[in-house]
């Protein structure tokens, strides 16, 4: 019975036993709200992601030449008929629409959650490794815990954007450097085509990179690496209609270093968003903890590079901090394996305090705070003929546009003449007061209106 006993606490202990349960438990946590409409928090650029793959739907996948619904000049500067979209090489999109074509019964918006969902399960996996691989078994389940639980990550691994994907070639490109060179050449290969600041996850091989006994080899591998993101950005200098303004994200605003900068980045963001106050104890743990290996201290230093280089970006959005949550939950997991020996009571309390206080602070990212957008935008999908282009100004966020399933504007860029000389058919608005619509009311024609919304027809002139 006692070796009964034995052989039970043992498979419990066991790494086969707990990463199963922790990625089982971490895609049950994602299945939060799966089914929200593209209405939540970056509702807008979750539009974009998944319009991409609506196009992929109707018109057929065509990996180079990529469209979403927004045709205006808005986003590039020049005027985008076709809405073609030169951004991340749309490796997510093609199997989000590969997935919904397989199986239709989810929503195109239900498999985008759930792709993304099932990426960072692959991710999570991939850490565990890494963390196994570096330090020990335990660093690598405590790293996959905290990537699976922060209340931040959970809602960030399970919205529809690129994003999750490229951390998930950043990891395995990680892992498999020394394993398989080749494979690891890949995956950082894929990774550079999401965002080309990915690279800075190569910090953390910076080592071997500087082996000079390898030179040869190490070009060889960077240049392979590197060799598809620059033949896909030629390839997207040609459309530079499809091309956002992208130039600002790096420090537009001149805030990289300034006070604002450390309070939203350090404070507001991984102080407060990510570790929930209570979790800085066992991240400043973790980062002044004596270890032979600095694998994790470079890991850190990657995001840090990140930070400061794309320095408004980061500022302005927090999906931006989707990249730096492997190398936190790291950190995190170092710091943890400390404390639990040495302070167990801090431990206890600082995780608690952290879960409860990242939890209340990204509840509201779930919220949709605007659902008139899906009744309206099913109105003029019943409404208006499948080819009609519209004009439906939301400030410019497309989230309004895609409720549509229609191609257009989402903002007035141009007089309304030249916008209905490029093609414009019908004008939608949920203002009723605004300038626009009261002058375009006046000339032309009503389609329907309420006192949530007007359509007009743009092709019909009212005769004075």
């Not at 309004?400 to 058919?425: C, E, H, M």
């Amino acid at each position: 019975m006692s070796n009964l006993i034995q052989q039970v606490k043992s498979i419990v202990k066991s790494e086969y036993f707990i990463l199963p349960i922790l990625l089982i438990f971490g895609f049950i946590i994602r299945l939060y709200k799966i089914d929200n409409p593209v209405a939540d928090w970056h509702s807008w650029r979750q539009a974009d992601t998944a319009a991409v793959s609506r196009n992929y739907v109707n018109d057929g996948i065509n990996l180079f030449y990529p469209t979403y619904d927004d045709i205006s000049s808005i986003q590039s500067g020049f005027d985008n008929p076709t809405g073609i979209r030169m951004v991340e090489f749309p490796i997510y999109n093609a199997v989000h629409a590969l997935l919904y074509n397989l199986y239709p019964s989810f929503s195109l918006e239900v498999w985008g959650r759930l792709l993304t969902a099932l990426i960072t399960l692959l991710t999570s996996f991939m850490l565990f490794l890494l963390g196994k691989k570096h330090y020990s078994v335990m660093i690598g389940l405590l790293t996959t815990f905290f990537f699976l639980f922060l209340p931040f990550n959970i809602y960030f691994s399970r919205v529809i954007l690129p994003d999750p994907l490229g951390v998930f070639f950043a990891v395995s490109g990680l892992y498999f450097f020394g394993i398989n060179n080749i494979v690891s050449c890949i995956f950082f290969a894929l990774m550079f085509l999401q965002k080309p600041y990915f690279g800075v996850f190569l910090i953390p091989l910076v080592n071997e990179f500087l082996n000079f006994k390898k030179l040869k080899q190490n070009i060889t591998f960077l240049f392979f690496a590197f060799l598809p993101f620059v033949l896909w950005r030629f390839w997207t200098s040609m459309h530079p209609e499809g091309i956002p303004f992208y130039k600002w994200a790096f420090n537009g605003d001149r805030i990289r270093f300034h006070p604002a900068w450390f309070k939203w980045i350090f404070g507001e963001r991984i102080g407060t968003l990510i570790l929930g106050v209570g979790g800085v104890v066992p991240f400043t743990v973790g980062l002044v903890r004596k270890l032979k290996n600095n694998f994790a201290i470079l890991f850190i230093i990657s995001s840090l590079a990140y930070l400061i280089i794309v320095a408004t970006a980061n500022v302005r959005h927090d999906y931006y901090q989707i990249m730096i949550i492997p190398s936190i939950s790291m950190i995190l997991a170092l710091g943890t394996s400390w404390l639990f020996k040495k302070r167990k009571i801090l431990l206890i309390i600082s995780l608690i305090t952290m879960f409860i206080v990242a939890t209340e602070k990204i509840k509201p990212f779930y919220q949709i705070n605007h659902p008139e957008l899906m009744t309206i935008g099913k109105i003029v999908d019943e409404t208006l003929p499948k080819d009609a282009k519209i004009v439906i100004p939301y400030m410019g966020d497309t989230a309004f546009l895609y409720q549509t399933k229609r191609k257009g504007w989402p903002a007035v860029d141009d007089s309304i003449d030249n916008i209905i000389k490029r093609g414009a058919t019908h004008y939608v608005s949920n203002n009723l007061g605004s300038a626009d619509t009261i002058e375009f009311e006046k000339r032309f024609k009503t389609i329907a209106k309420t006192n949530e919304y007007i359509i007009l027809d743009l092709k019909s002139e009212i005769k004075n």
